[in-house]
């Protein structure tokens, strides 16, 4: 059976989510969007691994043209009773994208509380103070899953982990990365400090050379909006300062790629 009425309860369910931040907080679900993704999912799901899915929705194009692919055979091993098929027009109101495959999945929240047994005391870490492009927060997702970063801290009102956006740009890296959100910004320093951690300031100027920085075995590392840093408050809470040096005129870089940097830099030697 297709679905094909956009009135139907699964339908609307999977729109809302897409579309509404408040009501993913209060089902505690996500969508993941595309086939990629969604076959990524899945297998980490068989493996007993994170997401945990509750749905997944096919568009009846997307069943054709991806017939004989793996990562759609890959979808069609979840039980049956989690799949459901629908029509192209409903697919094409459901998604955000203009070039969307037809395939989505719905999925358990992923964030962890950002506690003592949740925080390894040799471990490195990245925290982004107020970041609030959805772009940004999924590259810097995926670049911390690559160079094997221990976990993320979204803090003091960042966007939306499960923005659709945010999903996309991460590429399957938000279910292969601990990812933690408190909002309180000195909670997150007073953690991290109690549990061995070397908190990080990235500034633009009078913090010490990044090519010359000796990251401590146990180190968060913090980056701040994208317009306008981190509040010189949340600096001076921080152990130690670090900067990118820049040649020319160039003040500052894109938040996602100054992270880039210094998360290689971080973890250099250990990937």
């Given at each position: 059976?297709?679905?094909?009425?956009?009135?139907?309860?699964?339908?609307?369910?999977?729109?809302?989510?897409?579309?509404?931040?408040?009501?993913?907080?209060?089902?505690?679900?996500?969508?993941?969007?595309?086939?990629?993704?969604?076959?990524?999912?899945?297998?980490?799901?068989?493996?007993?691994?994170?997401?945990?899915?509750?749905?997944?929705?096919?568009?009846?194009?997307?069943?054709?043209?991806?017939?004989?692919?793996?990562?759609?055979?890959?979808?069609?091993?979840?039980?049956?009773?989690?799949?459901?098929?629908?029509?192209?027009?409903?697919?094409?109101?459901?998604?955000?994208?203009?070039?969307?495959?037809?395939?989505?999945?719905?999925?358990?929240?992923?964030?962890?509380?950002?506690v003592a047994q949740n925080i390894v005391s040799d471990g490195k870490y990245v925290v982004l103070d107020n970041i609030q492009d959805p772009g940004n927060l999924g590259t810097?997702?995926?670049?911390?899953?690559?160079?094997?970063?221990?976990?993320?801290?979204?803090?003091?009102?960042?966007?939306?982990?499960?923005?659709?956006?945010?999903?996309?740009?991460?590429?399957?890296?938000?279910?292969?990365i601990d990812t933690f959100i408190e909002n309180d910004f000195a909670s997150v320093i007073s953690r991290f400090s109690e549990n061995g951690i070397v908190n990080v300031a990235?500034?633009?100027?009078?913090?010490?050379?990044?090519?010359?920085?000796?990251?401590?075995?146990?180190?968060?590392?913090?980056?701040?909006?994208?317009?306008?840093?981190?509040?010189?408050?949340?600096?001076?809470?921080?152990?130690?300062?670090?900067?990118?040096?820049?040649?020319?005129?160039?003040?500052?870089?894109?938040?996602?790629?100054?992270?880039?940097?210094?998360?290689?830099?971080?973890?250099?030697?250990?990937?």
């Amino acid at each position: 059976m297709v679905i094909s009425g956009r009135d139907n309860p699964k339908i609307k369910r999977l729109i809302k989510l897409l579309s509404n931040r408040r009501a993913r907080a209060a089902e505690g679900e996500f969508v993941i969007e595309g086939l990629r993704n969604c076959s990524d999912a899945a297998k980490q799901y068989l493996n007993g691994h994170h997401p945990e899915l509750t749905a997944v929705f096919i568009s009846s194009r997307a069943a054709e043209k991806y017939a004989d692919t793996e990562y759609l055979k890959d979808l069609l091993k979840l039980d049956e009773r989690m799949l459901f098929y629908i029509s192209d027009e409903i697919a094409g109101k459901v998604s955000d994208s203009e070039a969307s495959q037809g395939i989505f999945a719905t999925a358990r929240v992923l964030d962890k509380e950002l506690v003592a047994q949740n925080i390894v005391s040799d471990g490195k870490y990245v925290v982004l103070d107020n970041i609030q492009d959805p772009g940004n927060l999924g590259t810097v997702i995926r670049t911390a899953d690559a160079v094997g970063i221990n976990g993320i801290v979204l803090t003091n009102n960042c966007c939306d982990l499960y923005n659709p956006k945010t999903v996309r740009s991460a590429m399957g890296s938000i279910s292969r990365i601990d990812t933690f959100i408190e909002n309180d910004f000195a909670s997150v320093i007073s953690r991290f400090s109690e549990n061995g951690i070397v908190n990080v300031a990235s500034v633009v100027n009078s913090g010490e050379d990044l090519i010359d920085f000796g990251f401590p075995s146990g180190c968060a590392v913090y980056i701040g909006n994208e317009g306008c840093g981190m509040p010189s408050e949340h600096v001076e809470m921080c152990d130690r300062k670090v900067t990118i040096s820049m040649h020319g005129s160039i003040e500052s870089l894109n938040a996602a790629m100054a992270a880039t940097i210094i998360l290689w830099e971080m973890t250099r030697g250990e990937c």
